[in-house]
């Protein structure tokens, strides 16, 4: 099996599995051998936080890199500036016209200028009423986003068609007007094509959906709100036309008046009126060729579309960015739409009522959440939002299929949220929000049988398109990611039925770990809840006591990892997360005793420990599964009698050459001799032949290595008569004046307590009082290299470090009967005898 590291939107390094022949555990996920462990102290608040999200790229091209929507606000900008002139120029003409024309010249105007003046007039309100219109209109058509599955592509497809021709015909000749009957048979076909290619789902609203709105009852498709905006539209447009034409027509003829007199102002007054409607007319025209230009030559909308990688289905979010912000600048300040973002825009359409605007708004922001890009700038932000991030949490718990997509959306953002520890905190702030978490994660099996909850399932249950597995991924990543923080840790355990739902992701038998077909999602199922449990087992302090305590109590905890331990052959990595667990729930006295009830548990540790070795990724389990028998044989007996039965002494005792197991065999050996009821004496007797390595140990290693040899040393002792341990000694080459020196010697390097060795100083001291108590000679020695010296610098340094045999965090636990102060007043007693 090979493991290996992804980055992808899920899972922030995620591991994929590939099972082959050569059984193998991504380095990368098991880094070196454990330079620490439950047996030394760990210094808190100094790990890194988690970011959940690789670094940003640079984008050092252009301005627009980092928001590409920025070109649809300047477009907006610019076609409010068009339209404002335009409007402004209309009505200064409208002015003009009303005040000058018709009400100081309506007498001697000519029937001619009045009716065209007239006709101007009224063409232009129509046309300015139809524009102030016509993007309200335009704003609600444009939500057509359905769930169409694969006919969704050609549905936006179509609807794009129709806008481009519609554009387009706006600026062809003044006699194409004529063909507007043909024009308006295309728009319908492409209307029915549009009709037919989308799918929507049957949602139930309370509400009228604003673009099937029957303005006028039984008038058919002719009054629905979605075709008046283009009745607006091609309004304006002939409005437009039309004053354009009046108004160059008569600038050209300028038969206005016969004789005006030589003070008439009637001429001056007309020109410029014409002159206006003329320049009015104009400038919408150009705004409406600038629109063409950037919408349909350009195609402004679907390069934004594509910079801001969204897909083809995402156009309609563009689109109807785009009218937000144009009718931002429009009935506003002209800079109000620079103001907008899509970020922003997302937000506000979370909150809507509809699942369509719902389904857009989440829709961006989980592909920006997902992007290189602009994943900062969008976390940031979101993260910033406590009602965002409510609504977000709230959508984890809707279970209707419809909103089905809405909701795995939502938890891939809350996914990429909580790798943050800043947004990982206010996640799990808000109330309600593991609640909603849990929500996510479902297995089928029934453990309780309350009716409500066991019809909440089968309400789910029966849809069996339903995609739970993404669900139960996306739960288990969000709570991993949570769990990095230990008050997070403490409000996961106080979650009801939280606890039961994650150890039942670690239920995998032979049927699953043996099996060839077995799905990826099946196995990141089980990597994920055993991640989870081992981030929970192993916090520190009362919530990781707690913890441990009400993971332990589950039934089903020890027997899961049983199994990975016995099946897990070709997923090593389960099997390393399976010990780790283990590992930490021994931590726990009464946890203890339940793992070495389990049936099977220690022999596979066992087995584990002494299995063949054949790459580094082996030997890293082998040591976290001896540090595991390491735990459970601490002052257990039943633990330690059942090791015993695994008729292993000898092959504890043989692993004590080996480099990779040696220390964690010296602590199960110790362990097993100082723990072990008096019925095993005599099974106990081979350890003695470990002499000869400890004792050679002592004299040349250092670190921990030389820690547990003195700890297993005196152990050994206890089983040896004087003369035999002597003799120990005499064959191993070592002296008993080079001996007692060597204990000198590492007193007083080892001065102060150490934070790697914790226990050494301790273990030298029991050592020394064993021997002063076992021979007299060893008195006379230790004096003869002042060792009343090192024990009084000992009794002065000592400190609460050394009185505990492991730790969680800083924290130790189970401590030591004996101080090691009282020790060392021990010693001193023997050694002024």
Known sequence: MTIKKTQNSEDDGSIRLQVIQQPSVDSSYLGDLRGSSFFEPQREGSNPTPTGQENTKSHNSSHWDNAPEKKLTLFALRLAILEKTASGLGALGFIWATVVLLGGFVSPLKKKDFWVVTVILLTEGTRIFSRSHELEWQHQATWTITDAGKHSFRAIVSSSRIFIRVIKATFRPFSAIKSESQQQRHIADDIQLITQTQVLPPTRQRTWKSSDVPVVPYAGWVFLSKNISRALYWLQLLSALACMTLSLMRLIQQDYVEEEPEDGNMKPALILFYALALAEALLFLLERAYWEWQISICKLLEQVNRECDLGPTDLVSIKRFFYDAFSSCINGSVFDGLKMDLISFAEELLHSDFHDEQLIGVQILQKFVNSDRFSSDTLRKVGSSTEVMERLIEMLSWKNPEEEKIRRSAAEIVSRLSGKRQNALRVAGIPGSMESVSSLLYTGRKFDTKPYEIWERHLVADQINYEFSAFNLLGLLILKKLANDHENCWKIGNTRGLLSKIIDFTSTGERLLRNDMVTESQIKAVKRSLQVVKKLVSTTGETGKMLRHEISKIVFTVSNIRDILEYGDNHMLLQMLGIEIITSLA?????????????????????????????????????????????????????????????????????????????????????????????????????????????????????KILEVSIGLTKQIFRFMSPEEYDEELNRACISANNFVKKLVQILEKYNLPHIKVPRIRRFVVELVIWLMKSQEKYIQLFKKFEMDKALKFVAETTSELECYPFFSGSIGLNRQDQSLSSLVDLAFELLMK
């Open 587 to 703: 931590m726990n006295q009464d946890a203890r005793e339940k793992i070495g009830s389990t049936g099977g548990v220690i022999r596979q540790l066992l087995s584990i420990l002494f299995k063949p070795r054949l790459t580094e990724d082996q030997n890293k389990v082998s040591i976290e599964a001896g540090e595991a028998l390491a735990l459970l044989t601490f002052d257990s007996v039943q633990n330690c009698n059942r090791v015993l039965k695994e008729e292993v002494i000898e092959r504890l005792v043989d692993s004590l050459t080996d480099p990779v197991l040696q220390i964690n065999s010296s602590r199960i050996l110790k362990n097993l001799c100082a723990y072990s009821g008096s019925e095993n004496i005599f099974c106990l007797r081979g350890v003695t032949a470990a002499a000869p390595t400890v004792l050679h140990s002592i004299m040349v290693e250092e670190g």
